[in-house]
């Protein structure tokens, strides 16, 4: 419905020599400016567990099809998939799928031996010294105190051990090893509350989990076109497009 509105423009999206028609979807329009910078336009809703554009189209407009006007006019919905509320029953699983890794990470109190800068590199093969684990290193997090590992044969110890690198011999030793998911996004002042780099002691680390359930939260409340304006709002967004 949304693609149907913009221009078109020959691509030979298989380079193939059959160029075929597709959406011009770097057409410009103002419209969502517009919409989203003027009050009278829209009011506010809350999304529920289980709700899905489509059904909240439903609720609002007496039709499905005018979901795409959420991702217009509010721009913190970049993805459908991504940014829309995930609802209770699914949230677990798409953040563990999403950081499905595993992260070792260091004591706070930082010794030169297992100081990350530096260390290991990127795709190397690394084992755990207890528990003859191996996985490859995929990122490196040195401010936030970690290595992002994907898991290749048996099972690292979660309460932690020595991390050695197959080709580099660099070595750290990880006071925990654990999904990505319960890894720190960031850290926070516990005083000020403010994000800070990581420290000794003052400082709480804020888990991937954590951060996507405060991402949740605040795409819950969304912009919504008010009923009444819908089907002139739709109109100008077609000659917009035009």
Do not use: C
Not at 127 to 144: C, E, F, H, I, N
Request: proline share 5%; glycine share 6%; hydrophobic share 35%.
């Amino acid at each position: 419905m949304y693609f149907s509105f913009f221009p078109t423009i020959l691509y030979d999206i298989n380079r193939d020599g059959n160029p075929q028609n597709v959406p011009l979807i770097t057409a410009f329009t103002s419209i969502d400016t517009k919409l989203t910078d003027d009050i009278t336009y829209y009011s506010f809703y809350d999304i529920q567990d289980g709700d899905r554009p489509d059904n909240v189209s439903q609720k609002l407009y007496d039709t499905p099809n005018h979901y795409w006007t959420f991702f217009v006019v509010n721009a913190h919905l970049k993805n459908s998939y991504n940014d829309w509320p995930k609802g209770n029953a699914f949230f677990s699983e798409w953040v563990d799928s999403k950081y499905s890794n595993l992260a070792a990470i260091t004591q706070a109190t930082v010794t030169a031996e297992d100081n990350i800068f530096g260390k290991f590199n990127i795709g190397e093969t690394v084992t755990g010294q207890l528990s003859g684990a191996t996985g490859t290193v995929v990122r490196k997090y040195p401010t936030l105190g970690f290595i992002e590992i994907q898991p290749s044969t048996g099972t690292f110890n979660p309460a932690g051990e020595g991390i050695l690198g197959i080709t580099t011999q660099d070595s750290l030793t990880a006071a925990s090893i654990v999904k990505k998911s319960l890894a720190p996004h960031h850290h926070i002042d516990n005083s000020t509350k403010e994000r800070t780099k990581r420290r000794v002691a003052g400082t709480s680390p804020v888990t991937f989990f954590q951060y996507e359930q405060e991402r949740e939260l605040k795409n819950s409340r969304i912009k919504v076109i008010k009923p009444a304006l819908i089907q002139s709002v739709i109109d100008d967004f077609r000659r917009e497009m035009k």
